[in-house]
């Protein structure tokens, strides 16, 4: 069956979604075709979309035939999750919702959520039909959860390429979410009911996660045995059936830290492996301070060049940064002048900048000044660094980048 979509109303402009998306600035910035962060080919996209007025901004959601919600779901100081953005972004589209709509959450969400989302809807609005996986009744509005895939750098093209799971709340709904992604969409489809597609999305960050766990506790293990891990991975992985990935200053960003958590969350006594995951990735931060204090003890006022800050390699984000972690504890806890180097940003960000014994230099120039070298994110330019420079001085490498001199 065909169900033509003609206008669709996206709730959340950005990563930092439905408050950032009824800000004047953001809403004028993105009518200007300016995107808020960078990504590649998103700049050229948003312009051409808002040129040909095909995209538009507001700060107030509007009648459409499909609105996508697309907002943060955090978690609370305790770890639970956090739904308001959520619930603030079904408040926000409600008044304007009227027959024959879909809405799609987006949003990384703990298993439930999507129904809770129906509920909430039919409470603000006791004149249309919404679903219920108990009840096979028409509907006037269809509620469905597809999550998000992509990976930042390589989002525009993963958004078009990447196979899609699309949960409805009852078959209906699955089927008329989909007409959404049909718009677009040149990977696969997989229709499945709404609980299945929230746990997905977990269970792949999840995955990801004890992966890197398993990597980062080999960084440990070959500490003790002072053994190169890149070395003992590399080789280990010219086995057919053996893949690990990298071990690193720990995991950041918004999803692979936060999102295990709404599965321990779900069954508490029943996650021991994905518990124990996220603590050997939380734990790294630590680590890799410890290493760095035990090698600058042999100087007496030891200058310290910590190499990057954003979560990952040639990205500009730092939401959860380990190397922002790793640097302002260095800062609080010892006697070090830090010099903070990072090609992709401009200046330290803000809880870095009120430390008197960090400031922000090139990466040439802090590299010089450094008693020890600490290499936190492995950032493409930073491969361009003299080998010399850095084999006459102490290097602490929690990424591998100078694997590549061995
Ligand atoms: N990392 C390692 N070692 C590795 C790989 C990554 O330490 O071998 C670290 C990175 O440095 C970073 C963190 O893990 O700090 C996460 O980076 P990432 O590249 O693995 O993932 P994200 O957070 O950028 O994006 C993930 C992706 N999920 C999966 O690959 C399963 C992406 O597809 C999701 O859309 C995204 O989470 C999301 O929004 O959920």
């Known amino acids: 069956m065909e169900y033509p979509i003609k206008t669709v109303c996206i709730v959340g402009l950005g990563y930092i979604g439905l408050p950032t998306a009824v800000n004047p600035r953001v809403v ?18 948003l312009r051409a979309a808002t040129t040909l007025r095909k995209l538009r901004a507001t700060s107030q959601p509007e009648p459409a035939d499909a609105f996508v919600i697309a907002v943060p779901t955090p978690f609370h100081q305790d770890r639970s999750p956090n ?6 972004a079904a408040d926000a589209i409600a008044p304007v919702l ?12 703990p298993v439930g959520t999507t129904e809770r989302l129906a509920v909430r809807l039919a409470r603000l609005r006791p004149d249309l039909r919404f679903p219920s996986s108990r009840s096979s009744e028409p509907l006037d509005v269809h509620v469905a959860h597809c999550p998000e895939r992509v990976l930042p750098r390589r989002m525009v093209r993963e958004l078009i390429e990447n196979d ?3 949960g409805g709340i009852t078959e209906a709904c699955a089927e008329h979410a989909e007409a959404v992604y049909r718009v677009f969409l040149q990977g696969k489809l997989f229709r499945t009911d709404a609980p299945t597609a929230e746990l997905v999305k977990l269970v792949e960050n999840a995955s990801r996660d004890v992966n890197i766990a ?3 506790e080999l960084s440990l293990i070959c500490d003790q045995l002072g053994l190169n891990v890149w070395r003992v991975i590399e080789l280990a992985n010219r086995h057919p059936r053996v893949s690990i990935l990298q071990p690193g200053p720990g995991v950041g960003g918004h999803c692979i830290a936060v999102d295990p958590w709404f599965i321990i969350s779900s069954a508490p006594e029943r996650t021991r492996l994905i518990r124990a995951a996220r603590e050997v990735n939380d734990s790294k931060p630590k680590f890799v301070v410890s290493q760095i204090r035990e090698r600058a003890e042999r100087f007496k006022r030891p200058v310290v060049a910590c190499l990057g800050l ?10 959860e940064s380990p190397a922002i972690a790793i640097t302002s504890q ?3 806890c010892g006697e070090e002048r830090i010099l903070v180097a990072d090609p992709n940003l401009t200046a330290l960000p803000q809880e870095l900048a009120t430390l008197s014994n960090v400031s922000f230099c090139e990466t040439m120039e802090a590299v010089r000044q450094a008693d020890i070298v600490v290499v936190l994110v492995a950032h493409t330019p930073f491969r361009k660094i003299p080998r010399e420079e850095l084999t006459r001085r102490v290097v ?10 061995s």
């Open 164 to 166: 899609r799971i699309i």
């Open 214 to 216: 398993f990597a980062n």
């Open 396 to 405: 602490i490498d929690a990424t591998g980048l100078t694997h590549q001199y």
């Open 83 to 88: 739904l308001d953005y959520i619930d603030l």
């Open 98 to 109: 009227v027959s024959g709509n879909v809405v799609i959450l987006e949003s990384t969400s």
């Open 310 to 319: 954003t979560y990952k390699p040639d990205v500009d984000d730092m939401r």
């Open 28 to 45: 004028e910035a993105v009518n200007a075709g300016q995107p808020l962060f960078s990504e590649p080919d998103l700049d050229m996209l």
């Open 330 to 332: 260095l800062a609080r």
